[in-house]
C-alpha cells in the first residue's frame, strides 16, 4: 500500500489518495483493521502534503486549483480533517484553511454558487456554475457539513447553508444521477435534516417529494433513457440507492461522503 500511495497521481476524492483516505475511515473503528485503516490515512495525507503546490496563495495538485468535492479543495479538505481527528497535525490544520480560504474567495453572493473552473466563458461574467455533487454548491456544501460536525465552526455552517441557498436558487434537473443529478443534491439535504442543522418539515417537500415525484414519473414514461444504466454514480442504481437512503437514513449511510 505504501508504494500505491506513493505512485498516486490523481490525488483527488474520485481517484486518488484523498478518496482512499475517506473509503478507509470506515474502517476506523473496526477491531480487526482499525490500526492499519489509520496509519494508511495519516500515509496517505502525509503524500498529500507533499504532493501539493502552492501557486499565488492558492493550493492545487494539478494542472490548477479546482473547486468543489470530487477533484477539488472541498473534497481534500474533508480528508484532511479525517487525517486530522486521527492524529493532530498543524500542518493539517494549516492546509484545511488554506483549502477553504481559497474556495470561498471565489463564492458568488449572486448565484449562492462557487464556479467551476473547467469553464470559463458560460455566463456574461465568465463563470460557469453547476450544482452538483461533483462540481458546485451540494458538493462544497456536504463537504463543509463534515467539517463543521468536526469542529463546530460558524463558518462552516454558514457555508453549509450558503450551499442550501444555492441549491433552491439552482434550476437545474437534466439529471437524476448521483454524481451530477438530483439524487446527489438531495444527499445535501438529507445530512443536514440528519443532524439537525435545517428543517425537515421545510426542506422535505421542496426538495425530496418533488424528486421522488420526477423520477417516477420519468421512469414511466421513458423520458431519461440514462436512468436505465446500472452505474452507481451515474445510472439507476446509485439512484435507487439514494431512494432507500431517504426511506431509512439512519442504516443505509451516505455513499458520496462515504460516512461510517
Not at 500500500?1 to 476524492?13: A, C, Q, S
Not at 498543524?90 to 484545511?96: A, D, S
Request: charged share 20%; with cysteine; proline share 3%.
Amino acid at each position: 500500500m505504501p508504494e500505491v500511495i506513493e505512485k498516486d497521481l490523481t490525488h483527488d476524492v474520485i481517484g486518488g489518495n484523498a478518496g482512499l483516505i475517506l473509503a478507509l475511515n470506515s474502517l476506523v473503528d473496526s477491531k480487526e483493521f482499525s490500526e492499519k485503516a489509520k496509519n494508511i490515512i495519516i500515509l496517505a495525507a502525509n503524500n498529500l502534503l507533499t504532493k501539493v503546490k502552492i501557486t499565488n496563495n492558492l493550493p492545487q495538485w494539478g494542472k490548477e486549483m479546482l473547486l468543489g468535492y470530487s477533484h477539488g479543495n472541498a473534497g481534500y479538505a474533508h480528508a484532511f480533517s479525517i487525517a486530522n481527528e486521527i492524529k493532530p497535525d498543524k500542518n493539517y490544520i494549516k492546509i484545511i484553511e488554506n483549502l477553504i480560504k481559497s474556495e470561498n474567495k471565489f463564492f458568488d453572493e449572486t448565484y449562492h454558487n462557487w464556479p467551476d473552473f473547467r469553464y470559463d466563458d458560460s455566463t456574461a461574467e465568465g463563470k460557469r456554475f453547476v450544482s452538483a455533487w461533483c462540481h458546485g454548491a451540494p458538493g462544497i456544501g456536504l463537504g463543509r457539513l463534515k467539517l463543521w460536525e468536526s469542529s463546530k465552526a460558524d463558518e462552516y455552517l454558514n457555508d453549509y447553508k450558503n450551499a442550501i441557498n444555492g441549491l433552491e436558487k439552482s434550476q437545474e434537473r437534466n439529471s437524476y444521477c448521483l454524481c451530477h443529478g438530483m439524487s446527489g443534491n438531495i444527499e445535501l439535504v438529507l445530512s443536514g435534516m440528519e443532524i439537525g442543522v435545517i428543517n425537515k418539515e421545510l426542506y422535505y417537500e421542496s426538495f425530496i417529494d418533488n424528486m421522488i415525484d420526477s423520477i417516477h414519473n420519468d421512469l414511466l414514461s421513458n423520458r431519461h433513457p440514462q436512468l436505465l444504466g446500472p452505474e452507481l454514480m451515474t445510472g439507476l442504481s446509485g439512484i435507487c440507492f439514494q431512494l432507500l437512503r431517504i426511506l431509512n437514513p439512519k442504516n443505509v449511510p451516505s455513499v458520496l461522503t462515504l460516512s461510517k
